[in-house]
């Protein structure tokens, strides 16, 4: 992980000082809650409301708007007024922690079904590399970026982003621990794993500056290669 920067974010500055003038709104939302406040905030007008914040976040940080990010504008950019933008997130490092979840469907969870679907280490194999080597949409390459640099500054979203990671991370450690189980031994799955993540990772970055490394070569022979490692108890 990329060093701390220094120095006060001036977007969240700004972010804390709407907040202030919400505090008058929150408070009158909050004094009458009782027993239904739970179902009031459950419901799907809400779901709907909350679910256009947080697509609204996802244009701006997609848009290289990420240091400018504030909960005004996204509240601006969806239509819903600022107050309710923070009925629903406290502030703004609790709408950017929304949005890493929220793209966890998109890369994250097709790879943890590609590891737990059926078949043995070959078939799941394949599975992950065809979805590595598949092209990641603009938008949702730039929000990762986005995301990376928000965390050097926001300790809440560098813990969200680390535990996203390391779930990624996990799909390719479950990976090599199915062709252990395969092949019998006592090889630690979890070395390998991590090693292949580490250049999954690289060779995303070298990518999207160099268009002509074939990832799906560099990838499938070094699977190849650290699949080789792992035999029989001798």
């Known amino acids: 992980m990329a060093t701390q920067a220094t120095g006060a974010d001036p977007a969240t500055t ?3 000082a709407d907040t202030k003038g919400t505090t008058a709104t929150r408070a009158a939302a909050a004094a ?9 905030r459950t419901s799907a007008k809400g779901e709907q409301t909350r ?4 697509a609204a ?3 701006l940080l997609a848009g290289g708007e990420a240091g400018r990010f504030t909960t005004r504008n996204v509240a601006a950019l969806s239509g819903v007024s600022h107050g309710m933008c923070h009925y629903h997130f406290a502030d703004r490092s609790d709408l950017i922690v929304a949005v890493v979840a929220d793209i966890r469907p998109e890369w994250i969870a097709p790879l943890e079904e590609a590891v737990a679907g059926p078949g043995g280490y070959a078939e ?22 986005a995301l990376h640099w928000l965390a050097l ?34 090889t630690d799955p979890a070395p390998l794993g991590e090693a292949f993540a580490a250049a999954v990772d690289g060779i995303a970055a070298i990518g999207s500056l160099d268009g002509t490394v074939d990832a799906a070569l ?12 792992v035999g029989p108890r001798r």
């Open 153 to 186: 500054n926001d300790e809440r979203v560098r813990v969200a982003l680390e535990a996203e990671y390391g779930r990624w991370r996990s799909c390719f450690v479950r990976l090599f621990r199915a062709l252990v189980d395969e092949r019998g031994g006592d």
């Open 57 to 59: 976040a996802r244009i």
């Open 218 to 229: 560099v990838l499938r022979t070094l699977l190849d290669s650290l699949a080789s490692t």
């Open 51 to 54: 679910a256009r914040l947080i």
């Open 14 to 16: 700004q972010d804390a």
């Open 124 to 145: 799941r194999a394949e599975r992950v590399l065809t979805l590595l080597t598949r092209p990641e949409s603009p938008d949702l390459a730039r929000l990762h970026a």
């Open 32 to 40: 009458p809650r009782t027993a239904g406040a739970g179902r009031a």
